[in-house]
C-alpha cells in the first residue's frame, strides 16, 4: 500500500534561475534519483506556479521520514544537491528556520 504526502516551497522570484532550476530538473543526478527510490518513494513529482512549487509524494509502507532525512545527511551527493537547490529556492513566510517542503493539509478529496 502507498501513501501521498504533498509540500509547497518557493523559488526565488528571478525568471533566469526559475528556468536554471526547471533545466536541473530535466536531468536530475542519477544518484539523486537512486537515492529518492532507495528511500521506498515510489513516485514523485513537483508542479509549479510562478514561484510556487507543489510536491506530490507517493511512498511505500516502508518508508520514513526519518531514515531518509538520516540517509540524506550521510549521501555526500544527496547534500551537494540540496546546496545547489538552495540557490533556486526559498522557503515558506511560515517556514520555521532550515526548513525548505512544507507539508500540505489536505482540504478536500473527492
Not at 17 to 43: F, M, R, T
Not at 74 to 82: H, L, M
Request: charge should be negative; glycine fraction near 2%; proline fraction near 5%.
Amino acid at each position: 500500500m502507498s501513501h501521498r504526502h504533498c509540500f509547497a516551497l518557493d523559488l526565488k522570484k528571478n525568471t533566469e534561475l526559475i528556468n536554471e532550476y526547471e533545466a536541473y530538473h530535466q536531468a536530475v543526478w542519477p544518484e539523486i534519483i537512486a537515492s529518492i527510490k532507495e528511500a521506498g518513494i515510489e513516485d514523485l513529482q513537483i508542479y509549479r506556479v510562478e514561484n510556487r512549487l507543489f510536491m506530490i509524494m507517493e511512498v511505500h509502507d516502508s518508508f520514513s521520514f526519518e531514515k531518509k532525512h538520516a540517509a540524506d545527511a550521510a549521501n555526500p551527493k544527496v547534500q551537494q544537491w540540496e546546496e545547489l537547490m538552495w540557490n533556486y529556492q526559498q522557503a515558506l513566510p511560515t517556514a520555521k528556520p532550515g526548513e525548505k517542503w512544507m507539508p500540505m493539509k489536505k482540504i478536500f478529496q473527492l
